[in-house]
């Protein structure tokens, strides 16, 4: 590839940047109703390449301005400007092209050139809503040059991908008010962003999560969907529409939902969990273990722990490393690129941009580092900083909060700390008894604590004090009561396996009472149950009490689930077909309640049924072919532990 870089094809526009106020461009027809669009396209300055990138603009153009109530037109930028606004990311550019020419969407197509296995052509499009202030990212385009027809057939497909998106584009997204539950369906009232168009064949709807939001950059992406399948129309109500759709993917209040007609074609992106990757300056070419996926801002498949990734621009250092865990865990990496000189791109050392940033947090009274250099507590104005700066606040007893920000212009940055927490189960015999943490009421035993903060705290039940220390992501018995639990024999009884049966045998759930002194993590004969990370949690409200369900990770490797009720009461065990389940006699649920878990190889989720006779509560664990599951010894009557046993290590 060439190291020339990126150049800026079809804007002539010199009200890019805020110093330019003129308006100078040579296209731009007239919004209709559907909306404008502009498509803008950048292309990597390989030879021959800026004749295929000035042909995809005007193709992707043409495409969209064939769609019924859209205006389309490409635009490009006169020389002083593009040498500016290269400087900018993809977000800070396209409301500049929006606010310039009225857009309700700017069109961003990257294009560059590569060259294994056989020469081809890679193209990705990014969509700005002016209106939802969001950038969208469709699957990339590749087409390999096997013949004179390819660079036309290249230029229609990224025409094609944009048209597409468009047709989704006119119809709403929402916010959902309101929830009903009607097994095995659900009813939503979701308040749309704008009106719901017609469509013969019905409609689709999507999940979405919160933007994704580089904070470096000023960018906000819009976060992949997750398919919720065919929906009906019920009626309006007030401001909102009620809409009934399955329950297999529950939906609560505040949750973003988007409408499709049933024939476009899902956004959603196959192929596993993905990253966005984005960059200031935008148009870096970007590659996971060596393999190219566009410029950026660039949607890629989720990196391995070791994989590299890398992101090349003309105007800044080669950068390629394994991706950060935070980025991985939200889906989102900003690319820190750095000039030749250690400046971020842009910033030299004759024309360096000084300005004060300002740092707030909650709590307040947290240490601030700069670079790593300690800069005083919370709230701190620090002047005179400059270029790329690596911000740290901590405090003892929460997570560390990071970020990285150029420095252009004078900021306001708040941090907001999240406590490191631990989980408190209490128990006592006989049950009933009250319980205060550091003197606060906190109800009676069994009773399970979460989100304690780390650190000792002052335990009381029925008046016995005791101090206790709490760690991240850990979870503690503590024990006390009229009489002293009852000792486990040296060498316990196995644990009772369930398998999957045709014909379910049932037992009795008596858990062995767990040892313990006055507070101690629960033990087990064969491996402790110790957690080290919680993957899953749902609870709801009965009759009389409730109940909470937990998937987890043990330091074992193994998943474990379990399952707390109040008030405490005896359970019966039975084996399925797809599972196992736990009866419980003395509870009672209305109607059953769905708790699908996605993404996990052996446990797919919960559901709780009302018995045959009404009198009662069966809760079953949904498991896949082949997973056994043994309950653990430290098992108690309130809360019932089942190690998850692979088919391949199953006894």
Same mark, same amino acid.
């Given at each position: 590839? @060439?190291?020339?870089?990126p150049?800026?094809?079809?804007?002539?526009?010199?009200?890019?940047?805020?110093?330019?106020?003129a308006?100078?461009?040579?296209?731009g027809?007239a919004?209709? @109703? +559907?909306?404008?669009?502009?498509?803008?396209?950048?292309a990597?300055?390989?030879?021959?390449l800026?004749?295929?990138a000035e042909?995809a603009?005007?193709?992707?153009?043409?495409? #969209? !301005?064939a769609?019924?109530?859209?205006?389309?037109?490409?635009?490009?930028?006169?020389?002083?400007?593009?040498?500016?606004?290269?400087?900018?990311?993809?977000?800070?550019?396209?409301?500049?092209?929006?606010?310039?020419?009225g857009?309700?969407? /700017? /069109?961003l197509? +990257?294009?560059?050139?590569c060259?294994?296995?056989?020469?081809?052509?890679?193209?990705?499009?990014a969509?700005?809503?002016?209106?939802?202030?969001?950038?969208?990212?469709?699957s990339p385009v590749?087409m390999?040059?096997?013949? $004179?027809g390819?660079?036309?057939?290249?230029?229609q497909?990224?025409?094609a991908?944009?048209?597409?998106?468009?047709?989704?584009?006119?119809?709403?997204?929402?916010e959902?008010?309101?929830?009903?539950p009607?097994?095995?369906?659900?009813?939503?009232?979701?308040?749309?962003?704008?009106?719901?168009?017609?469509?013969?064949?019905?409609?689709?709807?999507?999940?979405?999560?919160p933007?994704?939001?580089?904070a470096?950059?000023?960018?906000h992406?819009?976060?992949?969907?997750?398919?919720?399948?065919?929906?009906e129309?019920?009626n309006?109500? +007030?401001?909102g529409?009620?809409?009934?759709?399955?329950?297999?993917?529950?939906?609560s209040r +505040?949750?973003?939902?988007?409408?499709?007609?049933?024939?476009?074609?899902?956004?959603?992106?196959?192929g596993?969990?993905?990253?966005?990757?984005?960059?200031?300056?935008?148009?870096?070419?970007?590659a996971?273990s060596?393999?190219?996926?566009?410029?950026?801002p660039?949607?890629?498949?989720? $990196?391995?722990d070791?994989?590299?990734?890398?992101?090349?621009?003309?105007l800044?250092?080669?950068?390629?490393?394994?991706v950060?865990?935070?980025?991985?865990?939200? !889906?989102?990496?900003?690319?820190?690129?750095?000039?030749?000189?250690?400046?971020?791109?842009?910033?030299?050392?004759?024309?360096?941009v000084k300005?004060?940033?300002?740092?707030?947090?909650?709590?307040s009274?947290?240490?601030?580092?700069?670079?790593?250099?300690?800069k005083?507590t919370?709230?701190?104005?620090?002047p005179?900083?400059?270029g790329?700066?690596?911000?740290?606040v901590?405090?003892?007893g929460?997570?560390?909060?990071?970020?990285?920000?150029?420095?252009?212009?004078?900021?306001?940055?708040?941090?907001?700390?999240?406590a490191?927490?631990? *989980?408190?189960?209490?128990?006592s015999?006989?049950p009933?008894?009250?319980?205060?943490?550091? !003197?606060?009421k906190?109800?009676v035993?069994p009773?399970?604590?979460t989100h304690?903060?780390?650190?000792?705290?002052?335990?009381?039940?029925?008046?016995?004090?005791?101090t206790?220390? /709490?760690?991240?992501?850990? @979870?503690?018995?503590?024990?006390?009561?009229g009489?002293?639990?009852?000792?486990?024999?040296?060498?316990?009884?196995p644990?009772?396996?369930?398998?999957?049966s045709?014909?379910?045998?049932? *037992?009795?759930?008596e858990?062995?009472?767990?040892?313990?002194?006055p507070?101690?993590?629960a033990?087990?004969a064969h491996?402790?149950?110790e957690?080290?990370?919680l993957?899953?949690?749902?609870?709801?409200?009965?009759?009389?009490g409730?109940?909470?369900v937990?998937?987890?990770?043990?330091?074992?490797g193994l998943?474990?689930?379990?399952v707390?009720?109040?008030?405490e009461?005896a359970?019966?065990?039975?084996a399925?077909?797809?599972?196992?389940?736990?009866?419980?006699?003395?509870?009672r649920?209305?109607?059953?309640v769905s708790?699908?878990?996605?993404g996990?190889a052996?446990? @797919?989720?919960?559901?709780?049924? $009302?018995?045959a006779?009404g009198? !009662?509560?069966?809760?079953?664990? #949904?498991v896949?072919?082949?997973?056994?599951?043994r309950?653990?010894?430290?098992?108690r009557?309130?809360?019932?532990?089942?190690?998850l046993?692979?088919?391949?290590?199953a006894?």
């Open positions: 590839m @060439s190291a020339r870089g150049r800026w094809l079809l804007l002539t526009c010199a009200a890019l940047l805020p110093a330019c106020a308006l100078c461009f040579a296209s027809a919004s209709a @109703s +559907g909306g404008k669009f502009v498509v803008y396209c950048v990597e300055s390989a030879a021959g800026e004749a295929t042909a603009g005007i193709d992707t153009a043409t495409a #969209l !301005g769609l019924p109530d859209i205006t389309a037109s490409a635009v490009q930028p006169t020389a002083a400007v593009a040498d500016q606004a290269r400087w900018l990311s993809a977000g800070e550019v396209a409301p500049r092209i929006a606010s310039a020419t857009a309700d969407v /700017v /069109v197509v +990257g294009v560059t050139r060259g294994l296995p056989a020469p081809y052509l890679l193209g990705n499009v969509f700005f809503d002016s209106a939802r202030g969001e950038i969208d990212l469709a590749r390999v040059l096997d013949d $004179p390819a660079l036309q057939r290249f230029s497909a990224l025409g991908v944009a048209a597409a998106w468009a047709r989704a584009w006119a119809f709403p997204r929402g959902v008010i309101e929830v009903r009607v097994a095995p369906r659900q009813e939503v009232r979701v308040r749309l962003d704008r009106a719901l168009p017609p469509s013969e064949r019905g409609y689709n709807a999507e999940r979405l999560g933007p994704l939001v580089a470096a950059t000023g960018e992406f819009t976060a992949e969907g997750v398919a919720l399948g065919r929906v129309l019920l309006t109500e +007030g401001d529409l009620w809409l009934s759709l399955s329950d297999r993917v529950p939906l +505040g949750a973003r939902v988007r409408l499709l007609p049933a024939d476009a074609a899902s956004t959603t992106a196959p596993g969990p993905t990253l966005v990757v984005t960059s200031r300056p935008w148009g870096a070419v970007t996971v060596d393999e190219v996926f566009g410029l950026t660039a949607r890629v498949p989720l $990196p391995s070791d994989a590299p990734l890398s992101a090349m621009h003309p800044a250092m080669p950068w390629r490393r394994a950060p865990a935070e980025a991985r865990a939200a !889906g989102l990496l900003v690319v820190p690129l750095q000039g030749a000189d250690g400046m971020p791109p842009g910033v030299t050392g004759q024309s360096v300005a004060a940033v300002r740092i707030e947090s909650d709590p009274g947290s240490e601030v580092l700069i670079d790593g250099v300690p005083g919370t709230p701190v104005t620090l005179d900083l400059s790329a700066v690596d911000i740290v901590r405090r003892a929460y997570k560390t909060w990071t970020s990285r920000v150029v420095v252009d212009g004078p900021l306001s940055l708040r941090a907001q700390l999240q490191l927490c631990g *989980t408190l189960r209490i128990v015999a006989p009933g008894a009250p319980v205060t943490l550091d !003197g606060r906190m109800g035993t009773l399970e604590l304690v903060p780390v650190g000792e705290h002052e335990v009381s039940i029925a008046g016995n004090a005791r206790i220390l /709490v760690k991240a992501d850990e @979870s503690l018995d503590v024990s006390a009561g009489t002293v639990p009852t000792p486990r024999p040296a060498t316990p009884a644990a009772p396996v369930i398998s999957p045709p014909s379910p045998p049932v *037992t009795p759930v858990p062995a009472p767990v040892a313990v002194a507070a101690v993590v033990a087990s491996a402790p149950f957690i080290e990370r993957l899953w949690e749902r609870q709801t409200t009965l009759a009389s409730g109940i909470y937990a998937l987890t990770r043990l330091r074992s998943s474990a689930v379990s707390s009720i109040a008030p009461q359970g019966t065990l039975a399925l077909p797809d599972g196992f389940a736990v009866d419980f006699p003395e509870a649920i209305e109607a059953p708790w699908p878990k996605l996990n052996l446990f @797919s989720g919960v559901r709780l049924e $009302p018995l006779d009198k !009662g509560l069966r809760v079953k664990f #949904l896949a072919d082949g997973v056994s599951a309950m653990h010894e430290s098992s009557r309130d809360n019932l532990r089942f190690v046993i692979p088919p391949t290590t006894p």
